[in-house]
């Protein structure tokens, strides 16, 4: 290090002759400048080799942390979010983006708990609903590809479909009245055999099952309609929905420890969170089920890391054209035209005015988040594999990274209440 900066002192001292007195005075400022910069890498080392303890953090080894705060603000923000997360007995990995850049990214807990294996950034986690994004774009590859059109109806493309009327539009915004497969695979499927998306379509033909509601009448959050569009996805690509999702959308970004957990064609994975419920002091480990053969409503295991580059190549449109992505992210409607809080494959919100495309995920011990706030270009990433709720944590982490923002609101919020009651004083109208 000093070494470093003896060079970069000399080099300064010599170009002085050529540019004067200033920048042999600025040399100063840009030495103070190295030692604080490289300060912090060697904390940053500090905190990595900390990471490496039983149930401890890790830093991020493929993504850049870049210094979107600095000082006693980054401070405040990386021990907030740390002691939030470390009172709530968080088990998982977390990255938090603004602006464009991470500034989060650890890991506290186990990925196995009988082995005492640690978390760490490529642990790949169950996404479980969080994969719908993924169905919903591969469905959207296969429309801009003019394979389809989505108003187009599903029996167009599958003709065994039981139900003429149902479009691919919704299966996409949950507004089919498709009713629940999993559901009718624990009472009407005996084979040992394990059950494919296939095979849950035989079910739904035999069985007759009629729609909660007509088509697009309201929405009704289906599982059912997303284990379609992975069949829609075969059918029409003729490839297997993992192959397709792995080839089209995975290995273009560089999600490289991302795939689709087929388990009809298992692959061994060795560093994979497993799935868990709190049973008394002791974690037990919740296996694959039957319901676990049918996928596009869940099945892709993804890391914090991949999930940042799935983000990024949204918000890039590296897949989609700019303006089929953003219909993606538009409030579906209903035959009454009134909207629905859901696109085509996301869930839609706003927070503090600003616009919020995002999916929870749950299942078999795994509880996700992949929240993105597009207006500011801001993201939150949590993974558990321990069967707790995250979505009240991640509410509690959009305020501290908003910390300023919500600051801001409640002090106009505030002063527009004193305005009021100090005009209803002047006008003779204070309710005593």
């Keep these: 290090m000093f070494s470093l900066l003896r060079f970069v002192g000399m080099l300064l001292k010599k170009l002085n002759s050529f540019f004067g007195r200033a920048l042999y ?215 297997s929905f993992a192959e397709f999702i792995e080839k089209e959308i995975f290995e273009p970004i560089g999600m490289q420890h991302s795939f689709v957990n087929d388990l009809h064609d298992p692959r061994q994975v060795e560093n994979v969170a ?39 190549a949204l918000y890039n449109n590296t897949l989609l054209p700019e303006s089929l992505q953003r219909e993606a992210f538009e409030y579906a409607r209903l035959n009454n035209n009134r909207t629905v809080n859901y696109g085509l494959g996301w869930r839609l919100q706003t927070f503090l005015d600003k616009k919020v495309v995002h999916h929870p995920g749950r299942w078999n011990g795994y509880r996700t988040s992949f929240k993105r706030f597009i207006d500011d270009h801001t993201t939150i990433i949590v993974l558990s594999n321990t069967n707790r709720d995250v979505l009240r944590l991640v509410d509690e982490l959009q305020l501290i990274v908003f910390r300023d923002e919500v600051k801001r609101m409640t002090a106009e919020n505030d002063a527009l209440t004193e305005e009021y009651h100090d005009s209803e004083i002047l006008s003779g109208g204070f309710v005593r």
């Design 274 to 312: 497993h799935g868990y419920r709190r049973f008394r002091n002791s974690y037990i480990r919740i296996p694959n089920n039957y319901i676990d053969g049918v996928l596009g409503d869940k099945g892709i295991y993804s890391t914090a890391i991949d999930l940042y580059k799935w983000d990024r």
């Design 25 to 239: 005075c600025g040399r100063y400022y840009l030495l103070a400048f190295l030692f604080f910069l490289l300060g912090s890498l060697s904390l940053n080392d500090k905190k990595s080799v900390e990471g490496q303890d039983v149930g401890g953090y890790s830093a991020m080894q493929e993504i850049e942390v870049v210094p979107v705060f600095f000082g006693e603000e980054a401070r405040y923000f990386d021990d907030r979010i740390t002691k939030l997360l470390e009172d709530r007995g968080f088990n998982g990995n977390v990255l938090i983006a603004r602006h464009g850049a991470v500034f989060y990214n650890r890991s506290f807990g186990y990925g196995d708990f009988g082995s005492s294996e640690a978390l760490n950034d490529s642990t790949a986690f169950q996404v479980a609903s969080i994969g719908k994004t993924f169905t919903a774009t591969a469905v959207l590859l296969l429309h801009h590809r003019g394979y389809f059109e989505l108003d187009d109806p599903v029996v167009n493309y599958i003709p065994e479909f039981p139900y003429p009327n149902m479009t691919i539009r919704h299966l996409l915004t949950h507004t089919s009245g498709l009713q629940n497969y999993m559901w009718l695979i624990e009472n009407r499927w005996h084979s040992t055999r394990l059950p494919n998306n296939e095979d849950m379509l035989r079910l739904f033909v035999r069985h007759k099952l009629p729609v909660n509601f007509q088509p697009g009448h309201r929405f009704d959050y289906s599982n059912t309609g997303y284990a379609f569009l992975a069949l829609l996805i075969e059918r029409v690509s003729r490839k």
